[in-house]
């Protein structure tokens, strides 16, 4: 890699994940300035105990959901759906024990998580139908369940909050093996993840995917498999999210477990680089998102808000991080543009040519090669209209 | 097309049903629907065919026509927002606790007005401008009005303002001695509005040249930045009259109102007939839409023995059908 | 083609247009160089040159998309530096460009006058709208309903409405861009027609084109452009096709006739090797027509035709892009079914898309990760091609191809067309097909590259590669071919051996051409062009 011989400061600056990790710092120094025990972690009966603890188990959820989401939205796709997935998850399981014939026995717990996880997956490959097979766009298609996905809940549950006790059951929420289990279990799969795309040819495979589909399919790809595959993966991911929440106060909530998740879980995708637009994506970044946001979360509930208002300093976050990468904002900052004329592009055969000319300067500074997006798409934008004269 | 006009156009429109132009075939499909449910509901409930039981129709969901008005512009230009439940709270929030404080009602319902109208410009801004998906802009747009609730308060505030109150209480008798509310009237007239605007104006009709094609419509000279900031501006402005019709039918502002709304805003959208790739809809469909949902509402309140959450599966369903519909048109047609 | 009468006297008076000492400066290259053009009233007039040469570019300094680093342009001898496109609209500079830049879902009237339309008491005036369209419409000879659904009509009408939006604002300037890229030639001949109708009104045309035989039948001056200098202004009649050829592209003609040695040593002695691929009776309803076809071993079969002839469709279902509905195929010998591109790259057919950008490169990926693309698909997700190996083929295929940055992370949407274009053909050749489609390989990329690409496709011939090769341009298909296949209204209609010249295929076009049927829409008022 010619990143390989630039400096680490190079490397930082052009880094995707320079802004979320600095600002990932920035909250955690801002915590530990106002309330010196916040860094503070001490082990007390087999447990650790602290405020970075808390971060981390309650973020468990979010950051299971992302990673799924991660994938969905490298295809270019999005899920709107996970936070009900979530949900019914919950709702199935606790109905499911409450109603075997002894709630408090692993097995019932098993069988709960199994029936649970299996109507995920279904669910899962619902979407992915939707959206593969009959080629509905992402967002409408998983709004469908997004809609209708909370009603299935109610009606598992009754309309009731279905309690259980069942210790087996607690364990995936709430309990802990020295760390929290529900976050083991999410980094688990995260580096599961991580270890299956990267050692693997299927990262390439569902960026190929995001990035062009057409030409990913006229190279051999199967396309529609990766996206079904994406949906369900997604889904599980939900499923298990669901069910750590649940887990964790031995409840099914209907109405409001993994309500607004699916927000938290794009945020926290795009915070950590990923582009809305598919194509590439980071996991590492999808990490740091995750934690961006709950600390957050956890800033405003010791700064003794009320937590709901969490969501101004989420928007806020948001349209920071968002305003950072537009690719125009990226731009300006990175080159000059046309004198007069910021908002143009180069033509498609000034902007070859200058890439001939040129190849070195843009890859240097940006390892990740899709930071300075808005050139690619100049180049890009003539020639794909030209299709529609085609077919 | 075998041996002379290949077929490169494309239609977006729908196929061809003879003496309807494919382009409102939805809208009608949406307005047999409605009828059939209508008609069902008569069938099996009594005391169901009557013009009350139409007119509560409007009056249960005038403020979810004003926001689908909104919403209908917004997807017109082939953008969403997903701000506008979160503004409807913002709004009756901000009223309640505006109210309480003792200021008048005028000066609320101005104020009201151009936060959410606010709201919407920037938006429009930031996603014309900075051209970040519409998505994730009314998505942080959404996190910070309903932050902005609690901001206020976090409990329910009640409205005791003798304008509100009376606006709430008020009604109208029709012939035949169906009674509505005020706020259905506003409904009516803001949908009336909305049809001259995208219909009579080059306003409108740049809206739908945006959706037909952006690139087209800024190469054609048309004022693109402004008219799409104009939608969420609109959008903005009908989800805080909608917000304010709403704080009228609960008589409080609260943070937690209307989560979800702007859900049902865009299935109404959807069920009447408006693409969500843009260019192609009418509002008298997203009216449509509206109805099509508080008559499902309606059937499951008479069934009696049927949960709230029906409504939910029901939309829902609908939801999934018009969708595959349109796909399935569109598709037939490229 | 054949001549049509020319204006007997060259077009004279001021300049409508003149631009002087233009230098448009990107970061890193100079794409125009101190260019002088004017354009005289009543006059069409070609700008030409290769892809690259500066034509959009120019355009686009004149229409105020791009500012100028330097020069001026008067327009009826003032100075003017319009905002955009919008602007220089309203001075009566219109542009139609090559895709049909409307809005479909919108009606024929509202196409022409949106923005424009006549109000009353602050509402859009329907009826005065409809008229008015139907009147400018009826001046340039267009009897389509104003009402209707823009969608509703072919590209071609498309396109003639789009000049209707150009003429309403009473343009002085219409800059028309590659507009009939997507016409066949009836529909051309109707441009023409209302073409040389605006400039007997005075209107100054500005005309870009790929097609020579249509610049010579329709503009009366010419502007060469050559890698963003001026080359020469002339009057078409003064400049022989030979002439301006080698004024679009210089010197380098050389490297052309060096692929024509090359193709001719490679000789045509195939008819013995044994077949790769033989399609009977394959086709597609409204797509091609049932075709029969044998590609041997070591042969190049050209597809020559025009645009919508069939030619990208029948090299569609030949790779399983599309999916046929009769016929069937036999590769070496053994009965397949190419119902996906999967099936087909599992058969050993590649195909390289004529839409670089849209179906073949991935423009946020690297080199390195475009290049084995095929090849991992092929593999499947679970076998990842080892490192090593995957840095061997990368190194030897951007040296055998000179790809360049020889940098094997550099992005692909950054490339040169021309070094994107040889990406996609190592992309495809890691995989040893042994039958080879390549669909405009050459299309929009300068000279030097496409020499490259048309030499290794003789080479690969002669190594024993099938090669199907599809080009807009025919001596580039009679050159290389060793059997052309000629395409025309979706159908296959004639089979020629390497002896085929040029003239022989369009012969066949035009030919083939008379027997037409009658076209939808513009046959009525269509005038005959051929005689």
Same mark, same amino acid.
């Given at each position: 890699m010619s990143a390989a011989t630039a400096t680490f400061a190079q490397r930082m600056r052009g880094s995707r994940l320079l802004w979320p990790v600095v600002a990932l710092v920035a909250l955690l120094l801002a915590n530990a300035a106002r309330n010196p025990g916040f860094l503070s972690v001490r082990l007390q009966d087999g447990h650790l105990y602290g405020s970075l603890v808390d971060i981390l188990k309650n973020g468990a959820p979010t950051l299971l959901i992302a990673l799924g989401m991660t994938l969905v939205i490298a295809t270019r796709g999005i899920d709107l759906s996970v936070g009900a997935v979530a949900a019914i998850a919950g709702a199935v399981a606790c109905t499911t024990i409450v109603g075997s014939s002894d709630p408090t026995s692993p097995a019932a717990a098993v069988t709960g998580i199994g029936v649970a996880l299996a109507l995920c997956l279904v669910l899962g490959l619902w979407n992915g139908f939707l959206v593969s097979l009959l080629g509905i766009q992402p967002i409408i298609a998983t709004l469908v369940l997004m809609t209708a996905g909370r009603g299935i809940a109610m009606l598992v549950t009754d309309g009731q909050i279905i309690t259980v006790r069942n210790d087996f059951f607690?364990?995936?929420?709430?309990?802990?093996?020295?760390?929290?289990?529900?976050?083991?279990?999410?980094?688990?799969?995260?580096?599961?993840?991580?270890?299956?795309?990267?050692?693997?040819?299927?990262?390439?495979?569902?960026?190929?995917?995001?990035?062009?589909?057409?030409?990913?399919?006229?190279?051999?790809?199967?396309?529609?498999?990766?996206?079904?595959?994406?949906?369900?993966?997604?889904?599980?991911?939900?499923?298990?999210?669901?069910?750590?929440?649940?887990?964790?106060?031995?409840?099914?909530?209907?109405?409001?477990?993994?309500?607004?998740?699916?927000?938290?879980?794009?945020?926290?995708?795009?915070?950590? =680089?990923? /582009?809305?637009?598919?194509?590439?994506? /980071?996991?590492?970044?999808?990490?740091? =998102?995750?934690?961006?946001?709950?600390?957050?979360?956890?800033?405003?509930?010791?700064? =003794?808000?009320?937590?709901?208002?969490?969501?101004?300093?989420?928007?806020?976050?948001?349209?920071?991080?968002?305003?950072?990468?537009?690719?125009?904002?990226?731009?300006?900052?990175?080159?000059?543009?046309?004198?007069?004329?910021?908002?143009?592009?180069? /033509?498609?055969?000034?902007?070859?040519?200058?890439?001939?000319?040129?190849?070195?300067?843009?890859?240097?500074?940006?390892?990740?090669?899709?930071?300075?997006?808005?050139?690619?798409?100049?180049?890009?934008?003539?020639?794909?209209?030209?299709?529609?004269?085609?077919? | 097309m075998t041996t002379t006009t290949p077929a490169r156009h494309r239609v977006p429109g729908l196929s061809k049903v003879p003496g309807i132009p494919g382009r409102v075939l939805p809208v009608v499909a949406t307005f047999v629907l409605f009828v059939l449910l209508f008609g069902v509901g008569s069938v099996r409930y009594e005391g169901f065919t009557s013009g009350q039981v139409f007119a509560n129709l409007f009056i249960d969901n005038a403020f979810l026509i004003v926001l689908a008005v909104g919403m209908t512009f917004v997807i017109l230009t082939g953008g969403i927002d997903l701000s506008v439940g979160a503004v409807v709270a913002l709004s009756t929030m901000l009223a309640a606790a505006t109210l309480r404080a003792g200021i008048p009602a005028p000066l609320v319902i101005l104020l009201v007005l151009a936060v959410g109208t606010g709201l919407g410009v920037l938006m429009g801004l930031v996603i014309h401008h900075f051209e970040i998906q519409p998505f994730i802009v009314t998505l942080a747009g959404m996190f910070l009005a309903r932050g902005l609730c609690f901001v206020i308060g976090v409990e329910s505030i009640s409205i005791k303002d003798p304008f509100f109150r009376a606006l709430a209480t008020g009604t109208i008798e029709l012939?035949?001695?169906?009674?509505?509310?005020?706020?259905?009237?506003?409904?009516?007239?803001?949908?009336?509005?909305?049809?001259?605007?995208?219909?009579?104006?080059?306003?409108?009709? +740049?809206?739908?040249?945006?959706?037909?094609? #952006?690139?087209?419509?800024?190469?054609?000279?048309?004022?693109?930045?402004?008219?799409?900031?104009?939608?969420?501006?609109?959008?903005?402005?009908?989800?805080? @009259?909608?917000?304010? &019709?709403?704080?009228?039918?609960?008589?409080?502002?609260?943070? &937690?109102?209307?989560?979800?709304? #702007?859900?049902?805003?865009?299935?109404? @959208?959807?069920?009447?007939?408006?693409?969500?790739?843009?260019?192609?809809?009418?509002? &008298?469909?997203?009216?449509?839409?509206?109805?099509? &949902?508080? @008559?499902?509402? +309606?059937?499951?309140?008479?069934?009696?023995?049927?949960?709230?959450?029906?409504?939910?599966?029901?939309?829902? +369903?609908?939801?999934?059908?018009?969708?595959?519909?349109?796909?399935?048109?569109?598709?037939?047609?490229? | 083609?054949?001549?049509?009468?020319?204006?007997?006297?060259?077009?004279?008076?001021?300049?409508?247009?003149?631009?002087?000492? %233009?230098?448009?400066?990107?970061?890193?290259?100079?794409?125009?160089?101190?260019?002088?053009?004017?354009?005289?009233?009543?006059?069409?007039?070609?700008?030409?040159?290769?892809?690259?040469?500066?034509?959009?570019?120019?355009?686009?300094?004149?229409?105020?998309?791009?500012?100028?680093? *330097?020069?001026?342009?008067?327009?009826?001898?003032?100075?003017?530096?319009?905002?955009?496109?919008?602007?220089?609209?309203?001075?009566?500079? $219109?542009?139609?460009?090559?895709?049909?830049?409307?809005?479909?879902?919108?009606?024929?009237?509202?196409?022409?006058?949106?923005?424009?339309?006549?109000?009353?008491?602050?509402? %859009?005036?329907?009826?005065?709208?409809?008229?008015?369209?139907?009147?400018?419409?009826?001046?340039?000879?267009?009897?389509?309903?104003?009402?209707?659904?823009?969608?509703?009509?072919? %590209?071609?009408?498309?396109?003639?409405?789009?000049?209707?939006?150009a003429v309403a604002v009473d343009a002085q300037v219409l800059i028309l861009d590659e507009p009939t890229s997507s016409l066949d030639q009836d529909e051309v001949a109707e441009l023409f027609r209302i073409m040389r109708h605006l400039r007997d009104q005075g209107v100054a045309i500005l005309f870009v084109s790929h097609f020579l035989e249509q610049?010579? !039948? %329709?503009?009366?001056?010419?502007?060469?452009?050559?890698?963003?200098?001026?080359?020469?202004?002339?009057?078409?009649?003064?400049?022989?096709?030979?002439?301006?050829?080698?004024?679009?592209?210089?010197?380098?003609?050389?490297?052309?006739?060096?692929?024509?040695?090359?193709? !001719?040593?490679?000789?045509?002695?195939?008819?013995?090797?044994?077949?790769?691929? !033989?399609?009977?009776?394959?086709?597609?309803?409204?797509?091609?027509?049932?075709?029969?076809?044998?590609?041997? *071993?070591?042969?190049?079969?050209?597809?020559?035709?025009?645009?919508?002839?069939?030619?990208?469709?029948?090299?569609?279902?030949?790779?399983?892009?599309?999916?046929?509905?009769?016929?069937?195929?036999?590769?070496?010998?053994?009965?397949? $079914?190419?119902?996906?591109?999967?099936?087909?790259?599992? $058969?050993?057919?590649?195909?390289?898309?004529?839409?670089?950008?849209?179906?073949?490169?991935?423009?946020?990926?690297?080199?390195?990760?475009?290049?084995?693309?095929?090849?991992?698909?092929?593999?499947?997700?679970?076998?990842?091609?080892?490192?090593?190996?995957?840095?061997e083929l990368v190194a030897r295929w951007i040296e055998t191809l000179d790809i360049r940055p020889a940098d094997p992370d550099a992005i692909v949407g950054r490339l040169s067309g021309g070094n994107q274009q040889k990406v996609l053909l190592a992309r495809w050749l890691v995989t040893n097909p042994r039958l080879l489609i390549l669909d405009e390989p050459t299309r929009g990329i300068d000279i030097g590259a496409k020499a490259q690409i048309q030499k290794l496709v003789a080479q690969l011939a002669a190594e024993g590669m099938a090669v199907v090769y599809i080009s807009a341009e025919l001596e580039e298909v009679a050159r290389l071919s060793h059997r052309v296949i000629v395409l025309k209204d979706r159908a296959k209609v004639a089979e020629l051996d390497a002896s085929a010249t040029v003239d022989d295929i369009m012969g066949l076009i035009a030919e083939t051409d008379a027997t037409a049927a009658p076209r939808v829409g513009t046959a009525a008022r269509t005038e005959q062009v051929a005689s």
């Amino acid at each position: 890699m010619s990143a390989a011989t630039a400096t680490f400061a190079q490397r930082m600056r052009g880094s995707r994940l320079l802004w979320p990790v600095v600002a990932l710092v920035a909250l955690l120094l801002a915590n530990a300035a106002r309330n010196p025990g916040f860094l503070s972690v001490r082990l007390q009966d087999g447990h650790l105990y602290g405020s970075l603890v808390d971060i981390l188990k309650n973020g468990a959820p979010t950051l299971l959901i992302a990673l799924g989401m991660t994938l969905v939205i490298a295809t270019r796709g999005i899920d709107l759906s996970v936070g009900a997935v979530a949900a019914i998850a919950g709702a199935v399981a606790c109905t499911t024990i409450v109603g075997s014939s002894d709630p408090t026995s692993p097995a019932a717990a098993v069988t709960g998580i199994g029936v649970a996880l299996a109507l995920c997956l279904v669910l899962g490959l619902w979407n992915g139908f939707l959206v593969s097979l009959l080629g509905i766009q992402p967002i409408i298609a998983t709004l469908v369940l997004m809609t209708a996905g909370r009603g299935i809940a109610m009606l598992v549950t009754d309309g009731q909050i279905i309690t259980v006790r069942n210790d087996f059951f607690r364990e995936i929420g709430a309990g802990f093996l020295l760390f929290p289990i529900s976050i083991l279990i999410a980094l688990a799969a995260l580096v599961a993840v991580a270890l299956v795309t990267r050692r693997t040819a299927l990262g390439l495979l569902i960026e190929s995917v995001g990035i062009n589909p057409e030409a990913s399919r006229l190279a051999g790809l199967r396309s529609r498999t990766i996206i079904w595959t994406v949906y369900v993966f997604a889904a599980v991911c939900a499923g298990v999210a669901g069910l750590m929440i649940s887990s964790n106060v031995s409840a099914a909530d209907a109405n409001n477990a993994g309500l607004w998740i699916e927000m938290d879980a794009i945020l926290a995708v795009v915070i950590g =680089g990923s /582009s809305l637009a598919g194509g590439r994506y /980071s996991l590492s970044g999808t990490l740091v =998102g995750a934690l961006i946001i709950q600390t957050l979360t956890t800033t405003v509930y010791s700064m =003794g808000i009320a937590p709901e208002v969490t969501l101004v300093f989420k928007a806020l976050v948001v349209i920071a991080v968002c305003l950072l990468q537009a690719p125009k904002m990226r731009a300006r900052f990175a080159r000059r543009r046309p004198a007069g004329h910021p908002a143009t592009q180069p /033509s498609a055969d000034a902007d070859s040519l200058a890439a001939q000319q040129d190849p070195a300067d843009h890859d240097a500074a940006e390892p990740d090669g899709v930071a300075d997006r808005p050139v690619a798409d100049a180049v890009d934008a003539p020639d794909t209209k030209q299709k529609v004269t085609q077919s | 097309m075998t041996t002379t006009t290949p077929a490169r156009h494309r239609v977006p429109g729908l196929s061809k049903v003879p003496g309807i132009p494919g382009r409102v075939l939805p809208v009608v499909a949406t307005f047999v629907l409605f009828v059939l449910l209508f008609g069902v509901g008569s069938v099996r409930y009594e005391g169901f065919t009557s013009g009350q039981v139409f007119a509560n129709l409007f009056i249960d969901n005038a403020f979810l026509i004003v926001l689908a008005v909104g919403m209908t512009f917004v997807i017109l230009t082939g953008g969403i927002d997903l701000s506008v439940g979160a503004v409807v709270a913002l709004s009756t929030m901000l009223a309640a606790a505006t109210l309480r404080a003792g200021i008048p009602a005028p000066l609320v319902i101005l104020l009201v007005l151009a936060v959410g109208t606010g709201l919407g410009v920037l938006m429009g801004l930031v996603i014309h401008h900075f051209e970040i998906q519409p998505f994730i802009v009314t998505l942080a747009g959404m996190f910070l009005a309903r932050g902005l609730c609690f901001v206020i308060g976090v409990e329910s505030i009640s409205i005791k303002d003798p304008f509100f109150r009376a606006l709430a209480t008020g009604t109208i008798e029709l012939p035949g001695g169906v009674v509505i509310t005020w706020s259905v009237v506003i409904a009516l007239v803001i949908v009336a509005a909305a049809v001259w605007v995208l219909h009579r104006t080059r306003f409108g009709r +740049t809206v739908y040249a945006i959706g037909g094609s #952006e690139s087209s419509a800024t190469l054609m000279g048309l004022p693109v930045a402004r008219v799409k900031v104009a939608a969420y501006a609109i959008s903005g402005l009908c989800a805080a @009259v909608a917000g304010l &019709l709403f704080s009228v039918y609960m008589l409080s502002g609260y943070g &937690l109102h209307a989560v979800g709304m #702007e859900l049902d805003a865009i299935a109404s @959208v959807v069920i009447g007939g408006t693409l969500l790739s843009g260019g192609v809809g009418f509002v &008298l469909g997203s009216l449509l839409g509206v109805l099509v &949902l508080g @008559v499902i509402q +309606t059937l499951i309140s008479f069934q009696g023995t049927l949960s709230s959450w029906w409504t939910k599966i029901a939309i829902g +369903t609908l939801l999934l059908l018009f969708i595959v519909m349109q796909r399935l048109f569109t598709r037939r047609a490229s | 083609m054949t001549d049509t009468p020319r204006p007997t006297t060259a077009p004279t008076g001021d300049p409508v247009v003149a631009m002087r000492g %233009i230098t448009m400066e990107f970061p890193g290259v100079t794409a125009l160089a101190d260019v002088d053009f004017r354009l005289l009233p009543g006059e069409v007039h070609a700008l030409m040159g290769e892809n690259g040469a500066g034509k959009s570019t120019l355009i686009k300094v004149l229409t105020g998309v791009y500012t100028a680093t *330097s020069g001026t342009t008067e327009l009826r001898g003032e100075r003017v530096a319009f905002a955009g496109p919008a602007a220089a609209q309203e001075a009566g500079v $219109s542009t139609v460009y090559q895709e049909v830049n409307l809005c479909p879902n919108l009606s024929v009237a509202e196409n022409i006058l949106l923005g424009r339309e006549p109000r009353r008491f602050g509402a %859009i005036d329907l009826p005065g709208t409809r008229a008015r369209a139907a009147e400018l419409l009826g001046r340039m000879g267009l009897t389509i309903d104003p009402a209707s659904t823009l969608a509703e009509h072919p %590209i071609a009408i498309q396109q003639l409405v789009a000049i209707a939006r150009a003429v309403a604002v009473d343009a002085q300037v219409l800059i028309l861009d590659e507009p009939t890229s997507s016409l066949d030639q009836d529909e051309v001949a109707e441009l023409f027609r209302i073409m040389r109708h605006l400039r007997d009104q005075g209107v100054a045309i500005l005309f870009v084109s790929h097609f020579l035989e249509q610049v010579y !039948e %329709i503009a009366d001056r010419m502007t060469v452009l050559r890698n963003g200098r001026l080359v020469g202004e002339h009057l078409t009649r003064d400049l022989s096709r030979l002439q301006l050829v080698s004024a679009m592209i210089g010197r380098e003609l050389g490297v052309l006739e060096e692929v024509e040695r090359l193709a !001719e040593d490679a000789g045509s002695g195939t008819s013995g090797a044994p077949p790769v691929l !033989e399609a009977s009776g394959l086709g597609r309803r409204g797509s091609i027509a049932p075709f029969d076809l044998t590609i041997r *071993s070591g042969e190049v079969v050209g597809l020559a035709g025009l645009l919508g002839s069939g030619r990208t469709e029948l090299a569609r279902l030949l790779f399983g892009a599309d999916r046929a509905d009769s016929g069937s195929v036999r590769v070496g010998g053994k009965d397949v $079914s190419l119902r996906t591109p999967r099936a087909a790259i599992a $058969s050993g057919i590649a195909f390289c898309s004529e839409d670089r950008k849209g179906e073949g490169i991935l423009a946020d990926l690297s080199i390195r990760d475009n290049l084995v693309l095929a090849m991992q698909a092929a593999r499947g997700w679970a076998r990842p091609i080892p490192r090593r190996t995957k840095d061997e083929l990368v190194a030897r295929w951007i040296e055998t191809l000179d790809i360049r940055p020889a940098d094997p992370d550099a992005i692909v949407g950054r490339l040169s067309g021309g070094n994107q274009q040889k990406v996609l053909l190592a992309r495809w050749l890691v995989t040893n097909p042994r039958l080879l489609i390549l669909d405009e390989p050459t299309r929009g990329i300068d000279i030097g590259a496409k020499a490259q690409i048309q030499k290794l496709v003789a080479q690969l011939a002669a190594e024993g590669m099938a090669v199907v090769y599809i080009s807009a341009e025919l001596e580039e298909v009679a050159r290389l071919s060793h059997r052309v296949i000629v395409l025309k209204d979706r159908a296959k209609v004639a089979e020629l051996d390497a002896s085929a010249t040029v003239d022989d295929i369009m012969g066949l076009i035009a030919e083939t051409d008379a027997t037409a049927a009658p076209r939808v829409g513009t046959a009525a008022r269509t005038e005959q062009v051929a005689s």
